[in-house]
């Protein structure tokens, strides 16, 4: 079974309530459209785990992709960062970004160097590993 990250179910809680408001449903419109009970509904909008056969059925229903209900692994994945080595904070890319002044491709380019041993600059970035969280 497929894991999601925490940004990942933050996002995608976030996502289903905007669909639904968007929508003009209700939950329970929405568990009689999928057949689910409106218990279902609920722990989707409010717990941390959902089965990626239900993310396709919602994508499906809604006529969107993956990528739009669940946000992209790789923008939401926390990463490291450094500021000539020394440890500043940890945070999701659009956050860096924030932080840094920098886009987000840009310092998709550091992360893609710094993986492969190679300098961008002063800043280092690193991505989380799952069970860092």
């Known amino acids: 079974m497929r894991h999601y990250t925490k940004n990942q ?6 996502q289903l309530q905007l669909l639904i408001l ?15 009970g409106e218990q279902t509904i609920q722990e989707w909008i409010t717990k941390d785990g959902i089965n ?8 499906e229903y809604f006529g969107i992709e993956e990528k739009t209900l ?5 923008i ?3 990463y490291k960062l450094y500021d000539r080595d020394k440890y500043i904070c940890t945070g999701t890319l659009k956050e860096l970004s924030r932080i ?11 992360i893609h160097l710094n993986e492969q041993g190679r300098h961008a600059g002063h800043l280092k970035l690193e991505r989380v590993k799952e069970d860092e969280t």
Do not use: I
């Open 52 to 59: 990626p056969d239900h993310v396709q059925e919602l994508c």
């Open 22 to 36: 968007g929508k003009g449903l209700t939950r329970k419109e929405l568990s009689r459209n999928l057949y689910r």
């Open 70 to 74: 669940m946000g992209d692994p790789e």
């Open 9 to 14: 179910m933050d996002h995608f809680r976030q």
């Open 100 to 110: 840094t002044g920098k886009d987000g491709a840009l310092l998709k380019y550091y």
């Open 76 to 78: 939401l994945a926390d």
